[in-house]
């Protein structure tokens, strides 16, 4: 049975600009108000929750360096991890650690992330690392 995700498009949209906002954290230095200003000037009010998205990373951002080093505890070779596997995983820890959802519903959003946005067997290596943490 395939999933009607249709009545959740702004809460999807939201998850997906927090992943390439994570991902453009990663390669370079950018303020919390530089990706607020960039992304929602990209998105319209009525696709993109921007309180969710904002606060989302308001909570990253001061737990980033936490995260990488869980990344690197629970990962065989994390300099192997490509940067948007890395950004799926940190928006799904800090989505586990914000206590919003349910963890089984933050690993299959995940997993949708990296079907749309990493490798075709991505999902695989993000889906067995927030499992086991």
């Known amino acids: 049975m395939a999933k009607n995700l249709a009545k959740f498009k702004s809460q999807l949209k939201t998850r997906e600009c927090l992943v390439q906002a994570i991902y453009q954290l990663n390669l370079s230095e950018t303020s919390l108000e530089e990706l607020c200003e960039q992304f929602f000037k990209e998105n319209r009010p009525d696709k993109m929750d921007f309180n969710y998205f904002k606060k989302s990373l308001e909570s990253l951002l001061p737990n980033l360096n936490q995260l990488n080093q869980t990344i690197e505890k629970n990962t065989e070779n994390p300099k192997d991890l490509n940067q948007m596997d890395k950004a799926i995983i940190q928006f799904g820890l800090n989505e586990i650690s914000m206590g919003t959802l349910d963890k089984p519903v933050i690993i299959d959003e995940a ?11 991505a999902y695989k290596l993000i889906n067995a690392f927030l499992d086991k943490v």
């Open 111 to 121: 997993i949708r992330l990296a079907h749309k946005f990493s490798s075709p067997n």
